[in-house]
């Protein structure tokens, strides 16, 4: 699958689409370039030195192709904020990861939670018209790029675990459970203190929680953001190969958060449709 749905596009060759004043104010405004850049440098690294230590070719060859990639991405976002004159901060050096399982494991779950929501967020800015047609056409490709991305992942998941004796597969769904307690004490503290730096400048790393409000024109809810990133999730998945295997964590924690909260949500619904006194 990988070898077969691999885009050969070039981003020196990228016909980025004029914008009118307002769309260009709106899209340098968005607070995500920066980090953007960042975690494609990381996750290029981190994919090619896990692939340096994978004895099997195939899988390898794979992985390597996913660094490859990753590096493309950040080419396709450089040449995005050049075309439209969107200043970044200066790029940080990228380390070589010392447990090159660890990093690999770590970036790929993480990949697996950004794309997700990404995904809705994309769609939201579509539909709201936030982002002019031409230039959603323009990055679609980097869109579903990330949804092959995660699917080798998820599949290289299934694979190595199925690899593993028992012995070595508890211990290495030890440090499974180890990295999602990582992942966890990030995004919890992405969430708390990063809103601005003392300058009062919004900060990158808020983009996922205040994305929906500066995508759309209008009122956009938490339900509604979870509900457009199911569906966006599964139409994406939908043209590959259904034995394939799904990454299942974040879009089954998404579920059970929209059950549970449905009964708030009802009565919130209620109390919107009451007469006022």
């Not at 879009?251 to 059970?256: D, K, V, Y």
Request: with cysteine; proline share 6%; net charge negative.
């Amino acid at each position: 699958m990988f070898r077969e749905t691999f885009n050969p596009y070039k981003p020196s060759v990228i016909a980025w689409p004029e914008l009118a004043p307002e769309e260009l104010r709106r899209l340098t405004s968005l607070p995500i370039w920066d980090i953007a850049v960042h975690t494609e440098g990381r996750a290029r690294m981190r994919f090619a030195a896990y692939a340096e230590s994978v004895a099997d070719d195939d899988v390898r060859d794979a992985i390597m192709l996913n660094a490859w990639e990753e590096n493309r991405h950040k080419e396709v976002l450089s040449k995005l904020v050049e075309a439209y004159g969107i200043r970044l901060e200066s790029e940080p050096a990228y380390e070589y990861p010392r447990d090159v399982e660890w990093f690999y494991v770590l970036t790929g779950f993480s990949e697996c939670i950004d794309s997700f929501f990404a995904f809705g967020l994309f769609e939201l800015a579509r539909r709201s018209g936030f982002f002019p047609p031409e230039l959603v056409e323009t990055f679609e490709p980097v869109m579903q790029e990330e949804c092959r991305h995660i699917l080798l992942f998820a599949n290289w998941l299934a694979w190595h675990r199925a690899s593993l004796p028992w012995w070595r597969r508890l211990r290495f769904e030890l440090r499974v459970a180890a990295i999602w307690m990582a992942i966890a004490r990030e995004r919890i503290g992405l969430t708390r203190g990063m809103d601005t730096r003392a300058d009062e400048t919004p900060t990158n790393s808020n983009f996922t929680v205040k994305g929906a409000s500066a995508l759309s024109p209008v009122e956009f809810g938490v339900r509604d953001l979870m509900q457009l990133c199911l569906e966006e999730n599964d139409r994406r998945f939908a043209g590959y190969d259904p034995r394939l295997v799904r990454p299942t964590t974040v879009p089954m924690l998404i579920r059970l958060a929209l059950f549970v909260s449905r009964p708030w949500a009802g009565k919130r619904a209620r109390r919107q449709l009451q007469p006022a006194d």
